[in-house]
């Protein structure tokens, strides 16, 4: 169950069924968010939201803005009901009557096992809950919220991992010694143990930031999110090399932990093009809500350029 994804899809889905821009379904138009085009509420959207939050409905969100009428590689998508995605200046919210939880399909073979899968944009199956600055706002903060709850995830995945480690190599004997007494083992273990209490210190203070809504909340959450990518990575990769030939066989879960480190990572894109942007946010502000070297609206997963609308910031800076 792709708790995160549904989780951040759920909040941005019930956030905009209270109304907050513009909706369009199927060619109207209102000048309310979760409203038809009578003024009332709009009851498709508001029962598919009810039915989300309820479980009954499986929700994700596509990390990457859709090109023409496709959503690349959207977490979850394969498995997904409903598929909240930001097209042009217009949030979509997609209906996936083919695929579910109990009809999954399309899914990209990938190194995590991922229910990762392309997503076509058809519009008959579409609500429009908002557009102009308030979808991208909207968008730009479940963006947010996904990297601080991933981040999480991933210290805590990169915990476990330690833990496995330090039980194998508790158990383990070459030559009659347990591996666990050399000294290069215990110390990339306590290098990884301090590296990962960071991770959760980051995530702490990033979660922190976006309750209270402080300016620099989208920076911390992506501080946090590419530093426990990174820490979970390292830890798993040092760990699975300590099982030795063990590594290589299922039978050890050391390397479902490995691969999931590594793929729950790449599902938002470049780490090296994210750690760039997030120095110019920072360097070029000081406080990391500015918009940047590059200007414009950026999508913090690839730095895909979003639509300039008037009175937004960057992708990238708070909400």
């Known amino acids: 169950m792709p708790l995160i994804e549904a989780a951040v899809a759920n909040d941005l889905i019930a956030s905009l069924s209270d109304g907050g821009s513009s909706l369009s379904v199927g060619g109207s138009s209102s000048s309310d968010a979760g409203s038809s085009s009578s003024g009332e509420p709009d009851a498709r959207l508001q029962s598919l939201t009810a039915r989300a939050v309820a479980g009954e409905l499986l929700a994700t969100l596509a990390l990457r803005p859709a090109t023409g009428d496709l959503a690349r590689l959207v977490p979850a998508d394969a498995v997904a009901d409903l598929v909240a995605v930001l097209r042009g200046d217009e949030l979509l919210l997609l209906r996936q009557p083919d695929r579910g939880p109990a009809t999954p399909g399309g899914a990209v073979h990938n190194l995590g096992a991922l229910p990762l899968a392309d997503c076509p944009i058809g519009t008959e199956d579409a609500l429009v809950p908002a557009r102009g600055p308030a979808a991208v706002r909207a968008y730009r903060r479940a963006l947010s919220r996904w990297e ?172």
């Open 148 to 319: 601080l709850l991933t981040g999480a995830a991933l210290f805590g995945l990169g915990s476990k991992a330690l833990d496995i480690g330090v039980d194998y190599v508790l158990q383990r004997k070459v030559f009659g010694v347990l591996i666990g007494t050399f000294q290069t083992i215990q110390h990339r273990l306590a290098d990884n143990a301090i590296a990962l209490d960071g991770a959760r210190l980051l995530a702490y203070e990033a979660a922190w930031a976006q309750d209270e809504n402080l300016p620099t909340a989208d920076t911390s959450a992506t501080m946090a999110f590419l530093f426990a990518a990174e820490t979970a990575f390292k830890t798993t990769s040092e760990v699975l090399h300590f099982h030795g030939g063990h590594r290589y066989t299922l039978e050890y879960d050391i390397q479902l932990y490995f691969r999931r480190a590594k793929a729950w990572s790449l599902v938002a894109g470049d780490s090296r093009a994210a750690y760039a942007r997030l120095a110019h946010r920072v360097t070029d502000t000081g406080t990391g809500t500015g918009t940047g070297r590059e200007g414009g609206l950026k999508e913090p997963a690839t730095g895909q350029a979003l639509p300039r609308t008037s009175g937004a910031r960057s992708i990238s800076s708070s909400a």
